[in-house]
């Protein structure tokens, strides 16, 4: 394929297999394991963690990259990324719209149509229900943006 087709490719690292945009993207190149940026959270955050990996992998095929204090899960790119604190979680996920209302603490604006939002997740049933909304938006988002093909 040529270097500048339209058709959008990922690029997979060979040795950390983390998958970037652009070809050979500068990146920390070495794997961390699942367990570091969660060490210092709480049996509760754990529990939250895997209900929101477990909700994120019933949309698609998603794979995670892992960093000292973040999880991104993609799709094929980021459409939420998991920081774990010691007794919350916090999720970012993207909106086509300012989210300013609780429980959204956070909504930045990342590019003409998207925002970056955030909610802090401490367990309760109703902010998760919201949480799952989110997700599932971000999720189309992300596919809207840049479609999946074959061997993505
Ligand atoms: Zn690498």
Known sequence: MPENSPVRKFWKCPSCQRIFKARNQWHSCRKVEEEV???????????????VKKFCAS?????????INAIFIKCPSTFVALKPGKNWL????????????????????????????KIRYEGEKEIWAVIKKYIRESYKIVQKKRPLRAGD
């Not at 969660?38 to 895997?50: A, D, F, G, H």
């Not at 949309?59 to 990259?65: D, E, I, P, Q």
């Open 37 to 51: 940026p969660l060490k210092k959270s709480s049996p509760e955050v754990l529990k939250m963690y895997q209900e």
């Open 59 to 67: 949309l698609g095929k998603v794979h995670t990259s892992i960093t």
């Open 90 to 117: 916090d999720v970012e996920f993207f909106t086509l719209a300012e989210e300013t209302g609780f429980p959204v603490f956070k909504s930045v604006r990342v590019s003409k149509n998207r925002w970056a939002c």
